[in-house]
């Protein structure tokens, strides 16, 4: 199987090191917007403009399409589901029933499978909540994210005026976690749940106070939770905060029996050291998912509710059966 | 859609209870090897002789099999799958391919659905491991159960002379736990990974020294664990060892990246107060997705392996991605 990727960045290069890890998939091509000779792959794998890409249609079984959900993959994704199977990790979760419709109609019409907002959440987290929703019909779902770096909370903080370069960590609540973990299905508001903390790097010279206050009222982003700000040096930053460590935990708590009197509690975890090489893995395994549906004869737009499990492995199903059943 | 159980033990008692809190299934009938005047529903479903199944066909859209995976599963679920869409619990891990090959033979020929080995574990545990494994496939795997009541242990310590009542409890080592959520991979020997606690009811005037060595040494059941016996009254008994409480966790470690520099844990963990009702509600949501693949011509043997995750929920294709999404 014949993959390539569309745009270079992080996500992209966490793709690409999870395809080096299979025995089944081969990366034959990155696409880029930029120029192609100011891209050098991890893997060697040679770079092409997005401008050529129709000359390497035949050695494209599935396309990994690494733009973001703001801008690029709304038209992307429909864009290239009318020439390839692709896959996107689309996550504008109020946007997702518009994004379908437009894919689908898209990879419908071209005979191709197209695959939407695939990585842990939505994604792994997606199929938690349903699995565990079908199975206790008569409960409450709880998901937290963190300990990990949201980027677009730390993009946010950059746009500060004064911030030279900035990480914000969301933190679960422990007491919060403790309350559900304990059955005790809690109402929770934002506040509860997730606190924020931002590792600071000023320009020199610049007013912390009025910083710390931005950050802090800034709507959307923080007003609605406890904030901490540190500021610390560039070199402290660069020694302390490079990685991109994130995790999460979706719950449902629910309730069995002829008067509910059980009470039951399903915990899915995620403890990872790279966001962007464990979204890589995850849109992988489901890359090879889009490529054998596709080679069945089925055609549209795709979520993870839509895959039966067996697709996403190279194991055959008899090694499945009887080596993980 | 119409459901029937074969067999009314602690399991259909659990599936009982689940059907009723569902709006698109209807339990029409119970069939019983006993009389079936000596059985009584506690949802008022009519009993039936399991001899007269044949008279019903055409009530049963999923006939949910009950028994035991020693001796009845074997002949009961190829055998119904020649008539109907059946759904088993099938659990001895090492004779599934061959369970499977039967079943799948009857249900082809026979035009049916038939799934086996369904519940928590084999079920939820073997997805979660499936999922895991694809996502990444450099790791390693670790299952622990409980704290839970072990029935097949409990059995086992009744059957030694001298024991009036008994319940064995499967008890996960919390160093073992920790060791593996810290991401430490180690290598762990049986007795590194569980407990077992019992609490035995002795009969008068019995040797309590000799069933305590005899449930110690006891081959297969608790000769390879650290076993603790607790001597307790029927009354205490009566009064803490009643419910059936279980769970466990399914953890992989794995690392990703060019060098396998990044680590990441994904761990999924149950917490039951009612094991029955709990498999009972997992065998609901899959039995509603064997009627449902039976709809659209699909025949032959099934794992959970084989089922995408949208079949199993009575919400729509459309809800499911604008809620869980």
Not at 7 to 35: C, H, P, W
Not at 169 to 189: C, D, K
């Amino acid at each position: 199987m014949k993959a390539a990727l569309l745009g270079y960045g992080n996500l992209a290069r966490g793709i690409e090191s999870a395809i080096v890890q299979t025995k089944d998939m081969e990366l034959t091509a990155v696409f880029t917007r930029r120029d192609p000779s100011s891209v050098k792959t991890i893997s060697g794998v040679p770079v092409y403009s997005v401008d050529d890409i129709m000359i390497y249609k035949e050695s494209i079984d599935v396309l990994f399409l690494c733009g973001g959900s703001a801008t690029d993959l709304p038209a992307q994704t429909p864009e290239y589901a009318a020439h390839f199977n692709v896959i996107d990790s689309f996550d504008t979760h109020a946007n997702i029933p518009q994004h379908f419709a437009a894919v689908n109609k898209a990879a419908s019409e071209s005979g191709h499978v197209a695959m939407i907002s695939c990585g842990w959440d939505p994604g792994m987290f997606s199929l938690m909540r349903l699995y565990a929703n079908a199975i206790l019909p008569d409960g409450q779902d709880y998901t937290f994210w963190g300990k990990g770096v949201s980027q677009g909370h730390s993009d946010a903080v950059r746009r500060v005026p004064g911030v030279k370069d900035a990480k914000q960590y969301t933190i679960p609540v422990p007491a919060a976690l403790e309350a559900v973990r304990n059955g005790e299905t809690p109402e929770l508001t934002t506040r509860q749940k997730h606190t924020r903390e931002c590792f600071v790097v000023a320009e020199e010279g610049a007013d912390l106070a009025r910083i710390e206050q931005d950050i802090k009222t800034m709507p959307n982003y923080f007003s609605d939770y406890d904030t901490t700000v540190h500021f610390i040096s560039e070199e402290e930053f660069l020694r302390d905060h490079q990685e991109l460590p994130h995790g999460g935990m979706v719950f449902r708590s629910g309730r069995t029996g002829f008067s509910g009197e059980h009470k039951h509690i399903i915990e899915y975890k995620l403890t990872l050291d790279s966001n962007p090489e464990f979204t890589g893995a995850v849109l992988t395994c489901f890359g090879r998912a889009v490529y054998r549906l596709h080679r069945e004869g089925a055609t549209g737009c795709k979520t993870v509710f839509d895959i039966a499990p067996a697709y996403l492995t190279d194991m055959s199903d008899e090694e499945i059966r009887a080596h993980l059943l």
